[in-house]
Every structure is written in structure tokens, then in C-alpha cells.
């Protein structure tokens, strides 16, 4: 079984304002693509109520970074209260979207993804082995860009529903540990 390390955990951004849904979908959809990950879509829900339309979507972006490790970013956006809205810009009325927006980020270091390190017991005990002591230095290096990649986007968010950056989002400790790196 591929053995997935945490190392990036419930990093959020939240918004209630003005926003383009559109837009809005096209920079997670720019983002990712321009960095290499492929999208996966887990769930997307969505529902009306009296206060507007809330939509529910989890997906599991990930990037192959060698044939044994891989990058994985759960994401969940949750968005409630939706509704179109008219405002002036320019002097000309514009609809736009109104609503509140949750995003919460995980982010994994999957390890033998492929499963080819599980087909025996002998190969799995050596696999740990190899991961604790031969690969530490490649799996720290990989969880560095990881954090890297996490931070870049939460910020690229943040941007797009123009709220401030307010220094460095996550820190950086050695996979593998146990640890929960917060904002």
C-alpha cells in the first residue's frame, strides 16, 4: 500500500464579498495546470437554498515528481450563500457573484504510488528501511516543494479575492515525523 505522509495540514483561506465564480474556477484550474499537476475531482455538489446556491467540491491534485514519490493536495472548497448580483463598475452595471467561500488544503507526499515495494513482506520491510535512511534527504527536499507549492497557491487565492498577504503561511519541518505544519 503506498504509504502517504502528511505535510501540509488544514491551511484555509475564507472570503465573503464580491467575486466571479468563473474567474474564480479558472485561476485553480491556470494554477494547477501551469505547475504540472493533474486535477482530480473527488466530489462536486451543488444545491440551492432560500439564501442562494452552496457548492461543495473536494479534489485531489497531484504531480508525479519521480517514479516513486509523488505531490498530493486535497483541496475542499465550500462555497455557500451564491447569488448574482448587479454593481456598478465604471459607470456601466455589471453582474458579478456575491457569496462565502471556505478553502481548506492538505498536502501529501504519496511514497510508492506504483505499489511495487508491497508485493511481498520482505520488499515492504526493506522499503521502510530504504525511506528512513536512504531517501530521507530526497523525501525532505520533495516536502519542502510541496510546502513551496501550497504556499504559492494559497497566495495566488488569496490574491484573486483580494485579501492581504500576511507573511510566510507554513513552516517547513522533515516529513515523516508526524508533523502538523498550520498556518
Known amino acids: 500500500m503506498a504509504e502517504m505522509n502528511l505535510i501540509v495540514e488544514n491551511v484555509s483561506v475564507s ?3 464580491l467575486f466571479d465564480i468563473g ?3 479558472k485561476v485553480i484550474d491556470d494554477w494547477f495546470k501551469l505547475k504540472g499537476y493533474d486535477k482530480v475531482i473527488i466530489k462536486h455538489k451543488e444545491y440551492s437554498t432560500e439564501t442562494g446556491k452552496n457548492i461543495e467540491i473536494l479534489m ?3 504531480k508525479k515528481v519521480t517514479d516513486y514519490i509523488k505531490n498530493l493536495v486535497k483541496i475542499w472548497i465550500g462555497i455557500n450563500n451564491l447569488r448574482t448580483v448587479e454593481v456598478k463598475k465604471d459607470g456601466k452595471k455589471v453582474k458579478v457573484n456575491k457569496g462565502d467561500i471556505i478553502i481548506i488544503f492538505d ?4 511514497t510508492d504510488y506504483e505499489h511495487r515495494w508491497e508485493q511481498k513482506p520482505l520488499f515492504f520491510f526493506m522499503r521502510v528501511l530504504i525511506d528512513k535512511f536512504v531517501n530521507k534527504s530526497e523525501l525532505d527536499k520533495y516536502g519542502k516543494e510541496l510546502v513551496k507549492d501550497i504556499n504559492e497557491f494559497h497566495n495566488e487565492i488569496r490574491s484573486f479575492l483580494g485579501l492581504h498577504k500576511y507573511g510566510p503561511l507554513v513552516r517547513t519541518k522533515t516529513p515523516g515525523e508526524g508533523i502538523s505544519m498550520r498556518s
Not at 107 to 110: A, P, R, W
Open 60 to 62: 485531489a491534485p497531484y
Open 107 to 110: 498536502g501529501y507526499l504519496e
Open 23 to 25: 474567474e474564480f474556477y
Open 15 to 17: 472570503y465573503s464579498g
